[in-house]
Nanobody
């Protein structure tokens, strides 16, 4: 069983940057595609970004393109989300998650396709 722990959230102003981290323990995540999602109260959890197990390919929601960068360090069993030019609408709890199936080359954006989740980290962007 893998445990995922997010960190790096906080309160920032519009235009600022944050770097979220997702540290995995218990099992390696190096052979899994990893993703970031976010959720605001009353709304469904939405896909933000994903990175293939080998770190060579990434995929972003339209809202994240050009501003967010997902990366991973498999030696550290850690996934990152660099968020630049933050907007108030980026305010949410951010979760990292492990996609079902190893060595997958297929992009998945549904929460049902991810089987392990962290507890989330709050990001609040003030205007």
């Amino acid at each position: 069983q893998v445990q995922l722990v997010e960190s790096g959230g906080g309160l920032v102003q519009a235009g600022d940057s944050l770097r979220l981290s997702c540290a995995a323990s218990g099992r390696t995540v190096s052979i899994y595609t990893m993703g970031w999602f976010r959720q605001t109260p009353g709304k469904e959890r939405e896909f933000v970004a994903a990175i293939h197990w080998n770190g060579g390919d990434t995929y972003y929601a339209d809202s994240a393109k050009g501003r967010f960068t997902i990366s991973r360090d498999n030696a550290k069993n850690t996934v990152y989300l660099q968020m630049n030019s933050l907007k108030p609408e980026d305010t949410a709890v951010y979760y990292c998650a492990r996609q079902r199936g190893t060595l997958s080359a297929v992009w998945k954006v549904s929460t049902a396709d991810f089987d392990s989740w962290g507890q989330g980290t709050q990001v609040t962007v003030s205007s």
